[in-house]
């Protein structure tokens, strides 16, 4: 990690807006900070498509449109004709969440054609298959990962931002080692500074999904004074999916699966009890 | 000259004399403007084996090339000896007066001698005036204002001392634009000892901008930084800085009692968001700050502006005290009298330890807020119990025969994070030239705000870089004159491109950042020639000795040794602390 180049750090961000509450202003301020900092890509929800694209005319910076967002729970039919729309209107890149509820119920086969679906009304744009691993136990990641790459996803994502809690390097790890080297990863939800980015970037993330591009990227210029001591490891409890496990937004299943985590972990008598 | 005025001045209480004093290109280069510039021409005036509140102490009041330009640089720098540590002192304030000071076309004013009555100096666009203060010597810091300005235009802007500067207590403060203060060090009794109790202000002068269309857009990519950063674009606005309390409090480091705790149970009672819903009035801001951080507020009997973050603590958990109302009362009499209240706050708690430990004979107990008031106000004007108080922590210790009962380093009482919670933030404290101070490396912010990014708290691993890195910023920023909190959001690169838009000069970031490290060995070398060395890069013993035995921070001493070495070996100075000849030559000092 110590010889990242944090100049490639801009065009691996996804400057994203997804918050209910966004208007024009908002969005177009986006686009104009996209352009200046050089991200790879806007990141909107699909209402926002059409006028992201126009901000965006004439510049390298790439339209990207959720689909199914933030839950993953609509139709095929409505996911594919929403990713339909929003590359007819622009969008080079669709991020689609599948069907948390029928992956926890080990429905793979409807899964695997729900991203096809997609996949198949987004050509030519690429689509990322955000997993919300927050609600995923290893083994479903790992399955999800194998689903999204037989349906022809271009991208695996590990979340929507909006779930339980985001991206950890654990899971980016997982789903790398699992797509191989010729599937995109996506890292979102909780990359909020240069550290957590490089962090995920070694973990074999190849695009971060970030509101926080312009802080990251601010932050990132701190780096070359003294890149050894900033990255210094933090604790491995601080950077652990079950240390975020909570009980108030996690099924009860789940909730159990991280506190086992916990529990068996090595690091939990050496670090855990005193850090808080 | 764009951005400089060109034109630095002194005036000589003693004879009146008024001498216009040149710098060269080279000086201005190296050392900027506000705290750099003003520790160069402190250091050459005068020399360490001075009494602060001699007649020979000179005190310098100093703006930089962006003041009167962009987001928060209405501020000044004043640079002296300080009564309270003997060590160098900076000390910063903002509102207006720094802006307004600098269009009268000064880039800094060096104020040396002794007037043999009360005066206040007049400066407009044309001229520097030495006039009688006598009507307004006695009078608390409102009033002085009040008075000054009644005989003024609307534009001016006063900075002034109160009762305790006056009285020369050596934890006395500049107030200035009402309730703005230069808080730290004593520097306004250093101003009492001259007898001058005020400057005013009235300036119009344009200041010129190398390239004008730049500046625009840096000031707007500014407003985008500070938005887009959590810590500027939303804490520091929606609670001010008392949005700390919490945040601290449940680290498990919030100073308790004199530093015996880490937790303080009443937290949430004079936390950030209970002002807000309690004696909050709105918010107020500096020049063209976006942040406006700045509360103003009412109790039942008072209103005006704060308590900040560390007055909150200073005269809340440090005494155990949970009466918000009477905190901020307290907050509004220093302002009035002129005191800092860290220093203040910190002091008393102080005296409360060496009571409880059977140490001093006045009783003071936790939790009594029934005579805050009226200490703060004994502290100003020296009598009954304020006459021990005055004397701030350490001596205070001193003279009761508990030395190590004192919270300070080098003299200077320390603010509100328990170092036993931050290892790189006790290392700052001990490392820090004025004294236990947060502000000259606020490792606070990747410690505990992940800004730029989390480091680990109670890893000494990285820490001597991070800190040395951290003081060195600050010190190029604060030649900039600027804000702290821009830090946040803004990376020393972006400050050098600033620079370079407003001047027209070509600074590399290495070459800003070098001018902080330049800055900071000046000030070491002044403080060893003074007699300070590794000794004084010392934490009180309860830091290294004794646990925090609750919160979050339980369990936990520095571990000061260590870092320190490193620090030095980092920083180029010898094992005593004592930068080598060396390490000077190579920053051209």
Redesign the interface.
Known sequence: MKNFDVSTLAKMIDHTELKSNSGEKKIK?LCD?AKQYGFISVCVNPANVEFVTKQLEGSDVLVCSVVGFPLGMNTTEIKALEAKKAVAQGASEIDMVINVGAMRDGKHDFIREDIRQVVQASAPAHVKVILETCYLTDEEIVKSCELAVEAGAHFVKTSTGFGAFGSFEHHVRLMRKTVGPDIGVKASGGV?????AMRMVDAGATRLGTS?G??IM?????FK??P???L????PC?TCPARSASISKLPKALYQYYTNMCLKCDYREKYNK??? | MNGWMNKIVKVDLSSGKQTIVSISEDVRRKFIGGRGLGLKLYTDLCSANIDALGEENAIVFSTGPLTGIIQTAGRYQVTTRSPLTNAICNSSSGGFFGAILKKTGLDALIITGKSSKPVYLEITDDSINIKDAKHIWGKNTHETMKTLKSNSSSNVSIACIGPAGENLVPYASIMNDKDRAAGRGGVGAVMGSKNLKAITANGKKEIQVDNPEKLKTMISTINTLIDKNPVTGKSLQLLGTSVLVNVVNAHGMYPTKNFQRGVFNDAEGTSGEKIAETILQGRSACFKCPIACGRKTKTSNREGEGPEYETVWAFGAQLGISDLETITEANYTCNELGLDTITAGSTIGCAMELYEKGAYPNKMEWGDSSNLVKYVEDIAYRRGVGKDLALGSKKLAEKYGRPELAMQVKGMELPAYDPRGVQGQALSYATSNRGGCHMQGYLISPEILGSPVFMDRYSIEGKAEIVALFQDISAAVDSLVLCRFLQFAISIDTFKDILNVVTGFDYSDVELLEVGTRIYNLERKYNAEAGLSRKDDMLPSRFMEEELSEGASRNRVVQLDEMLDRYYKLRGWDENGIPTAETLKSLGI
């Open positions: 301020n900070e909020s500074n240069f550290k957590d926080a312009i802080v601010e932050g990132a210029k701190l004074y003294a050894d001591a900033w210094e490891p933090e604790i601080h005193f850090y808080e």
